[in-house]
């Protein structure tokens, strides 16, 4: 069964830290982080639905400028989130281009933005292309959690980690899945048809067993309808797999607070992309730098449980020496 999202460093280890996770056969995909994503192709920055930003540094948010100039005029909607600010540092950036024009465009775009704190609010705004980009319907509520974003088959988490500011570090957790099992379905009798589609979104978004579903197929005898329930249909013709976690970690000082936030955001996270911006032996910088050595990052991967370690955000000191912060994060993190 292929996993519901690949994922992929837009610059690699080097260069500036984000992440593209694209869903298979969907055309659809997810940013974490918006430094520079030239490296994405326009036609991957056209299916990004929703892009989470961890914080507002230059490396991890001068890329939205380059985003939009793709998507403007092309599509419709993108759903922009981050920290605290990030409405007010959306519309700076926003104000600081002339608009005069765009409300003529075929293709409006509006950019959603949401802003999550720590203290348990989060802030909501439009900006328009229909309205030159101004502020519109901005409302501010209580956020309980650490949900940012939920839909039918995935849903992203966040957490504050410390960075001298808080930074979000997130979780995108696939939710259940499911594929159909041919030997199985032919084996009841059944053809395929779009009621396994049904049934199979009806199973992700966790309907109620007895929801029915009208199966139809066709056979010399000609067309069948029977009604079934999802609890029926579910172990007769489908396979099911609990979703996988892949994880996002990045600009912290890596304290022993920041440490117990991750094990509980990322508790068994499959795929752990986390920074390692310093070798243990530039500690001090690390620290004065707020952000995680690559013994750190390796601890805090043992620590979660993580099943893979992506290393990313290795800094230019570094240059021709990649291995070693690689090496450095690997070994803590397997050491037995
Ligand atoms: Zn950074
Ligand atoms: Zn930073």
Not at 132 to 155: I, N, S
Request: aromatic share 8%.
């Amino acid at each position: 069964m292929p996993c519901l999202f690949t994922s992929r460093l837009v610059n690699g280890a080097t260069g500036d830290p984000g992440l593209y996770c694209e869903m298979t056969g969907q055309r659809r995909g997810l940013l974490f982080d918006l430094g520079d994503v030239t490296a994405l192709m326009p036609r991957e920055l056209l299916r990004v639905s929703h892009a989470f930003v961890s914080h507002t540094h230059m490396d991890h948010f001068a890329g939205f400028d380059h985003l939009l100039r793709v998507v403007l005029g092309r599509q419709p909607r993108l759903v922009l989130m981050g920290g605290p600010g990030f409405v007010d540092r959306l519309g700076h950036k926003l104000a600081a281009y002339t608009w005069n024009l765009v409300h003529n465009y075929e293709v409006a775009l509006d950019i959603e933005a949401h802003e999550f704190r720590p203290e348990g609010r989060r802030r909501r705004a439009l900006f328009s292309s229909r309205d030159r980009f101004e502020r519109t319907q901005d409302e501010e509520a209580d956020w309980d959690g650490d949900l940012l974003h939920d839909e039918d088959q995935f849903r992203v988490r966040g957490r504050f980690v410390d960075h001298g500011i808080p930074v979000l570090a997130f979780a995108l957790e696939e939710k259940a899945r499911v594929a159909v099992n041919m030997a199985r379905l032919q084996a009841a009798g059944f053809t395929t048809g779009a009621w396994l589609r049904e049934l199979k979104s009806a199973v992700l978004a966790g309907a109620p067993g007895a929801t029915p579903i009208e199966v139809r197929w066709t056979d010399r005898g000609g067309e069948h309808v029977r009604r079934r329930t999802v609890d029926e249909l579910r172990p007769l013709v489908l396979d099911e797999r609990p979703g996988r976690c892949i994880g996002y970690v990045t600009d912290l000082c890596g304290s022993e607070a920041d440490a117990r936030v991750l094990a509980e955001l990322l508790r068994g996270v499959d795929q752990l992309h986390i920074e390692c911006v310093f070798l243990d032996a530039d500690r001090a910088h690390a620290e004065r730098k707020h952000h995680l050595t690559a013994r750190r990052a390796g601890e805090i991967a043992r620590l979660v449980g993580a099943r893979e370690l992506v290393p990313f955000h290795f800094s230019p000191r570094y240059e021709g020496r990649s291995e070693a912060l690689r090496d450095e994060a690997m070994r803590v993190w397997r050491a037995d």
